[in-house]
Nanobody, 114 residues
């Protein structure tokens, strides 16, 4: 059964860093572009970053220079290194394919205090 499991979130002060991980089961990962999304209460889920199987990356403007997406194809795992965090980065972070095609996981909460 296809499954996405995110982890690594937490509570950090502004300027801090976290490493988010996403393990994809089944055939989710194979040959697909993977992405990170985030959602705050009452808002639509938004795109944050993506990475192709070959490593080409793309980011929403608000995180460029602060976030880095990567992947380990052998481990079916995608990562999001989030640096220089700001309070407006507070959200639940999810991963999925680009475009999203699988049931969303539980996400991982990132909370940034000012």
């Amino acid at each position: 059964q296809a499954q996405l499991v995110e982890s690594g979130g937490g509570l950090v002060q502004a300027g801090g860093s976290l490493t988010l991980s996403c393990v994809a089961s089944g055939n989710i990962f194979s040959g697909r572009t993977m992405g990170w999304y985030r959602q705050t209460p009452g808002q639509l889920r938004e795109f944050v970053a993506s990475i192709t199987r070959g490593g080409f990356t793309n980011y929403v403007d608000s995180v460029k220079g602060r976030f880095t997406i990567s992947r380990d194809n052998a481990k079916n795992t995608a990562y999001l290194q989030v640096n220089t965090l700001k309070p407006e980065d507070t959200a639940v972070y999810y991963c999925n394919t680009i475009p999203f095609a699988y049931t969303w996981g539980q996400g991982t909460q990132v909370t940034v205090s000012s």
